[in-house]
């Protein structure tokens, strides 16, 4: 058999046995799925050999948890080994290994490593967030440490905003562009609303402002409100600009344009932008473009 | 097994022995993007950046200055190498906030790396069994449940 058809049957050997044998606990589909003498070695580094502790442990933990899921979210395969990162989530309804029964729930991240031969589960290796389950248990308290990344610098993220804003503003066409390369990530996302939905990338981004720039060419955004909180920078601007080139498919009219919009910009610890949500006044700038009539009634 | 799963593997060794055992974090600039993020578990939850891991590096190393990794066993396949770790320190400088204790703590972890197409590391998700550490610590009670284990 093929190298690449052996990682994926030993990936599909361990992924019915999370979703068929852990999840609904059906002790059938363990007694297919692994040998007789599987080894797991537990998070000390102590291994125990056979079935029974595992079988055991699907008992305690939907004794515990009867909702218990475990939601593959990826994995890889290589030789006779396969790699499983996991999310896990559930709620404390039954006795947990002493500890009687909080209603609390919990959702945490694991990972597994099995060695699969000739169809079978023979040795596993096990680390999840055993910490996280502890604390939302309400076992121990939350743990509250210094940690390796520095707090957010809100003056240094709003400073960047009014950049990049400034930037938008700038009649220079290189301003614009050296400003985003300068200021966001390369993975920058931006979340829009119905008429521009999903930009991903700098690149994309970068990539769309010529067209913008030649249907106005005068444009320039005025921040009207700016604050900061956590890692995040919210802005709401007031765009103007003299229509003067095709923009959504109207020709250029020459008419004086004003329009609004409203962004959460998330930084990241590194002080760059790494994520956009955006609305921007759509149906002000199709009225004003002559796409679509007014509304009656409609104010302003 | 392809060149690229073969190189990212190398890469691997080379993190855990020149960066987090050796704590040479000018390596740090070859190895990972400088918009590397880490995904983690309650502990840390979230660090972004090759920066803040430089800095993380140093405390680490500061903290625990004979504490060394030893890749165990990896997993790669395609741009992801996943990789099974233990690590062995003893606490002779302070740690989070916590003075010496001089006391030995181990554990082990598994975590998947992702390179980008320079072939840096641009994420990681990584779980930890720090619980001994931090109750060597004393930053986490001592609790005892019964016995019992995922498979």
Redesign the interface.
């Known amino acids: 058999m093929n190298p690449m058809n052996v990682?994926e049957q030993n990936k599909a050997i361990v992924r019915r046995a999370i979703e068929a044998g852990w999840n609904p606990a059906n002790l059938a589909v363990i007694d297919e799925l692994?040998a007789a003498g599987?080894i797991?070695h537990?998070?000390?580094?102590e291994a125990?050999r056979g079935l029974d502790?595992?079988k055991?442990?699907i008992a305690?933990?939907h004794g515990a948890f009867p909702d218990i899921r475990y939601q593959i979210?990826?994995m890889?395969?290589?030789g006779d080994?396969?790699?499983t990162?996991y999310t896990v989530r559930g709620t404390h309804q039954g006795d947990?290994?002493?500890?009687p029964a909080t209603g609390r729930s919990f959702d945490?991240?694991?990972?597994?490593?099995h060695r699969v031969v000739d169809g079978k589960k023979t040795e596993?290796?096990?680390?999840?967030?055993?910490?996280?389950l502890?604390?939302q248990l309400g076992?121990?308290p939350p743990?509250r440490?210094?940690?390796?990344?520095?707090p957010p610098d809100t003056a240094a993220n709003i400073a960047a905003t009014r950049r990049l804003f400034e930037a938008l503003s700038s009649r220079d066409p290189e301003v614009l562009p050296t400003a985003i390369d300068e200021l966001m990530?390369?993975?920058f996302v931006t979340h829009g609303d119905a008429l521009f939905p999903l930009v991903y990338g700098r690149d994309a981004l970068r990539q769309a402002i010529p067209r913008f720039k030649a249907a106005f060419p005068d444009a320039t955004a005025t921040i009207q409100r700016i604050f900061a909180e956590g890692h995040k920078v919210m802005v709401h601007v007031q765009v103007s600009g003299t229509h003067d080139g095709e923009w959504m498919g109207v020709p250029t009219t020459g008419r004086r344009m004003n329009w609004t919009a409203s962004s959460i910009i998330r930084f990241?610890?590194?002080g760059?932008m790494?994520e956009r949500w955006v609305i921007e006044d759509e149906i002000g700038v199709l009225q004003q473009l002559g796409r679509i009539p007014r509304f009656q009634g409609q104010g302003g | 097994m392809t060149s690229v799963e073969e190189r990212n593997k190398a890469r691997i060794v080379r993190f855990y022995d020149e960066i987090i055992n050796q704590g040479n974090v000018a390596a740090v600039d070859e190895l990972m993007a400088p918009d590397f993020v880490h995904y983690g578990e309650t502990l840390f939850p979230r660090i972004e950046g090759s920066a803040a891991i430089k800095a993380g590096v140093l405390g680490v190393i500061n903290a625990y200055p004979d504490g060394r990794t030893v890749v165990e066993d990896m997993v790669a396949e395609g741009d992801t190498v996943v990789c099974l770790l233990s690590w062995r320190g003893t606490h002779q400088g302070p740690f989070m906030g916590i003075p010496p204790t001089g006391k030995v703590s181990a554990w082990r972890g598994i975590s998947t790396y992702r390179f980008n197409a320079e072939g840096k590391i641009i994420e990681r998700w990584a779980n930890m069994d720090v619980m001994g550490q931090l109750q060597d610590l004393g930053v986490v009670p001592v609790i005892q449940l019964g016995g019992g284990q995922e498979g």
Request: cysteine-free; hydrophobic content about 50%; aromatic content about 16%.
């Open positions: 990682r692994y599987f797991f537990q998070e000390s580094g125990v502790f595992f055991t442990w305690t933990i979210e990826a890889y395969a290589e080994k396969v790699a990162r947990f290994r002493g500890l945490l991240s694991g990972h597994l490593i596993g290796w096990g680390i999840w967030d055993t910490l996280g502890m604390i076992v121990i743990v440490l210094g940690s390796g990344a520095p990530i390369p993975e990241n610890s590194a760059k790494a």
